[in-house]
């Protein structure tokens, strides 16, 4: 299912995030150290780096690493 091509090239972009990009190496880390197998930690990380890449692309924005993204439901609910 799906472009094995296109697979592939999140693939290896998801094993080069984990060695380069901090945020996703603790992700990788923790979720080993929960015992989840290599293959389905970097198949997430490839899900993650889809998410972000779409965003860019739906934004027309420009990549920023230290952008945080506040959750509106979170912010939403602050007490007085």
Known sequence: MGDRSLK????????????YN???KNYYIRKKAEGKPSY???N???NKLLRIIYAILESGQKYD??????????????VA
């Open 8 to 19: 592939t090239l999140l693939y290896l972009c998801s094993t080069s995030a984990i060695t």
């Open 22 to 24: 901090k945020e996703m």
């Open 40 to 42: 389905l930690v970097l």
């Open 44 to 46: 997430n990380v490839a």
């Open 65 to 78: 690493i230290n952008y945080l993204c506040l959750d509106p439901r979170i912010a939403d609910k602050k």
